[in-house]
């Protein structure tokens, strides 16, 4: 197969998908404009403010994209490329779509609350403390993993470092002219002109003027900068920056499929699909967990409950939103795998040990990019940054979500003072943030990094659950939720259980115990749920 070909078929799949699926999911979740939005019912300037659709997507599909679309299925293709095509497009129409959009309607339904405020809604209290501990230890790796990746990066290339804090600085003005702006939608229009203009502008300034800085202070400036962008107004920073940062992976999808279509390169890499890898184990479940962003993944549950939800302007926005930002993420990791099939397959294993996914994909997608007339170390250091940009995205997003979890741990308090201080959005920040340090001082990361696939797709089997309790309850025929919360607890048990033996044997015993842990939160979690939906039959279940 041609990669124009198969580029093409991807995208008229997920188009298509869009259109009919997503219209059937939509309105199985009951999602209408009948009532205000939380966005304007609790609009507070900080969390909840009412924004435009597209400022919502390019906030939304920033924030969920991140690495993980590009990472994972390079990876993946060490099983060979047609089993990675075939899950990212299953999965991300009939598994991740679904999850997202779910996710974003029970949050709506719920005052724009978190998937663990649904958890105790629906399964009880003791179900909500469980969720959020483990979610909210998973955003932590999440955030000491990512700003270990950016401090690398900035040092390794200083170029992307001075042109990421300079769309900051663009995203702040921005921002402020935005507000001026309001609603009117031409000027709206000519100033995200200007502003997309500028931010490729400052890609090139940037590549000029380096900056360079110690790997340990741009850890502390990036986890200072994310405390910032974790208490500062949603619309300040946070959202105008993930705005104009979308047109930059916008650029980049344009430029990759119109590169693909004029260079046409060959596909090198055999069809062999490959049934156990010595470094990544058996194709099932690992496959299912290598590639979680673009074929379904935990953490968008968090983004589209955490943060989405509190931004949209009517409820029917959640389409677009939740299920076409999924699809969007989806093809990205066609191309991801596009940018890797070019290769022998032996060159692929070199220079993926060597160089690493991102890195491969850079090259692969540079390549094929300049040959629209753009020279190729240009185009191969855009591709980086532009994947640097969204992992600093990843960053602050986390950093806000994990804020969100810890003030709605403690939201349950008896005591009105020891609540306020404990739901404090400064003082929640700053444990966030500290915690994240003691991470990286520590390098425990480095350790746990394995595991979270496993986390992350456990994240999106229990967000499942609790979407699938809330549709019985309300008497929805929910089986399109549920067969993909079956399949991702036996993919995720079964590959909790493997990791767990796996490091018993190689007595790695903090892995295997952790590996053990999660196995029976698991568990535990769809016992409550169990039990909740057969007390229905005696007490009303509490309405969202």
């Known amino acids: 197969m041609s990669l124009p070909l198969l580029l093409l078929a991807s995208g008229i799949i997920l188009f298509l998908a869009y259109k009919f699926y997503g219209g059937f999911v939509y309105k199985k979740f009951g999602i209408n404009d009948e009532k205000p939005a939380p966005s304007h019912e609790f609009n507070d300037g900080?969390?909840?403010?009412?924004?435009?659709?597209?400022?919502?997507?390019?906030?939304?599909?920033?924030?969920i994209a991140g690495a993980g679309p590009i990472v994972g299925p390079i990876i993946a293709v060490t099983f060979g490329w047609i089993p990675a095509v075939i899950w990212i497009l299953v999965g991300g129409i009939f598994f991740g779509a679904v999850h997202d959009l779910g996710s974003m309607a029970a949050s709506l339904k719920t005052e724009g609350k978190s998937i663990g405020v649904?958890?105790?809604?629906?399964?009880?209290?003791?179900?909500?403390?469980?969720?959020?501990?483990?979610?909210?230890?998973?955003?932590?790796?999440v955030i000491g993993v990512f700003a270990d990746i950016i401090a690398k990066t900035f040092v390794s290339n200083p170029g992307v470092a001075s042109a990421s804090i300079s769309f900051i600085f663009l995203a702040i003005v921005f921002g402020r002219f935005s507000k001026i702006v309001g609603s009117r939608k031409i000027a709206f229009i000519i100033l995200s002109v200007?502003?997309?203009?500028?931010?490729?502008?400052?890609?090139?300034?940037?590549?000029?003027?380096?900056?360079?800085?110690?790997?340990?202070?741009?850890?502390?400036?990036?986890?200072?900068?994310?405390?910032?962008?974790?208490?500062?107004?949603?619309?300040?920073?946070?959202?105008?920056?993930?705005?104009?940062?979308?047109?930059?992976?916008?650029?980049?999808?344009?430029?990759?499929?119109?590169?693909?279509?004029?260079?046409?390169?060959?596909?090198?890499?055999?069809?062999?699909?490959?049934?156990?890898?010595?470094?990544?184990?058996?194709?099932?479940?690992?496959?299912?967990?290598?590639?979680?962003?673009?074929?379904?993944?935990?953490?968008?549950?968090?983004?589209?409950?955490?943060?989405?939800?509190?931004?949209?302007?009517?409820?029917?926005?959640?389409?677009?939103?939740?299920?076409?930002?999924?699809?969007?993420?989806?093809?990205?990791?066609?191309?991801?795998?596009?940018?890797?099939?070019?290769?022998?397959?032996?060159?692929?294993?070199?220079?993926?040990?060597?160089?690493?996914?991102?890195?491969?994909?850079?090259?692969?997608?540079g390549g094929m990019i300049s040959s629209l007339g753009i020279q190729e170390e240009f185009a191969v250091a855009f591709v980086a940054l532009t994947v640097s940009a969204f992992a600093l995205t990843t960053l602050d997003t986390c950093t806000r979500l994990a804020r969100f979890t810890l003030q709605e741990y403690f939201e349950?308090?008896?005591?009105?003072?020891?609540?306020?201080?404990?739901?404090?959005?400064?003082?929640?920040?700053?444990?966030?943030?500290?915690?994240?340090?003691?991470?990286?001082?520590?390098?425990?990361?480095?350790?746990?990094?394995?595991?979270?696939?496993?986390?992350?797709?456990?994240?999106?089997?229990?967000?499942?659950?609790?979407?699938?309790?809330?549709?019985?309850?309300?008497?929805?025929?929910?089986?399109?939720?549920?067969?993909?919360?079956?399949?991702?607890?036996t993919v995720t048990l079964a590959s909790l259980g493997l990791f767990a033996w796996k490091n018993f044997?190689?007595?790695?015993?903090?892995?295997?115990?952790?590996?053990?842990?999660?196995?029976?939160?698991?568990?535990?979690?769809?016992?409550?749920?169990?039990?909740?939906l057969k007390s229905e039959i005696k007490e009303p279940a509490k309405a969202l």
């Open 46 to 63: 900080v969390d909840y403010e009412p924004s435009k659709p597209i400022v919502v997507l390019g906030h939304h599909f920033a924030s």
């Open 118 to 141: 649904i958890i105790r809604n629906q399964i009880g209290p003791k179900g909500k403390q469980l969720f959020i501990i483990f979610s909210f230890s998973t955003l932590i790796l």
């Open 194 to 365: 200007i502003g997309v203009i500028l931010m490729y502008f400052f890609v090139f300034v940037g590549i000029q003027f380096p900056i360079v800085l110690d790997y340990k202070v741009w850890i502390l400036a990036l986890l200072g900068y994310a405390f910032i962008a974790s208490v500062t107004p949603v619309s300040l920073l946070l959202q105008p920056r993930d705005y104009l940062n979308s047109f930059l992976l916008y650029g980049m999808i344009i430029a990759a499929v119109l590169g693909i279509f004029i260079a046409n390169p060959e596909v090198k890499m055999t069809n062999e699909i490959v049934a156990s890898s010595e470094s990544l184990g058996y194709i099932f479940p690992v496959l299912f967990i290598t590639i979680a962003c673009g074929a379904i993944s935990g953490f968008h549950s968090l983004v589209a409950s955490g943060t989405t939800s509190k931004q949209l302007d009517k409820a029917s926005d959640a389409k677009l939103v939740g299920f076409g930002g999924m699809l969007i993420e989806s093809f990205l990791a066609i191309i991801s795998v596009c940018a890797v099939v070019v290769l022998e397959r032996g060159d692929y294993f070199d220079r993926l040990t060597g160089e690493g996914p991102v890195a491969l994909f850079s090259t692969g997608l």
């Open 412 to 489: 349950d308090l008896p005591q009105p003072a020891a609540k306020k201080i404990a739901t404090n959005r400064y003082l929640s920040t700053s444990i966030v943030v500290l915690l994240s340090i003691l991470l990286l001082v520590s390098g425990e990361f480095t350790t746990l990094w394995p595991i979270f696939g496993s986390a992350n797709q456990l994240l999106a089997a229990l967000a499942l659950l609790t979407i699938a309790v809330w549709m019985i309850r309300e008497k929805v025929n929910a089986w399109f939720v549920t067969i993909p919360m079956f399949f991702m607890f």
């Open 505 to 532: 044997q190689d007595e790695v015993y903090v892995l295997s115990l952790l590996a053990a842990a999660l196995f029976v939160l698991a568990i535990s979690l769809m016992i409550l749920a169990t039990k909740s």
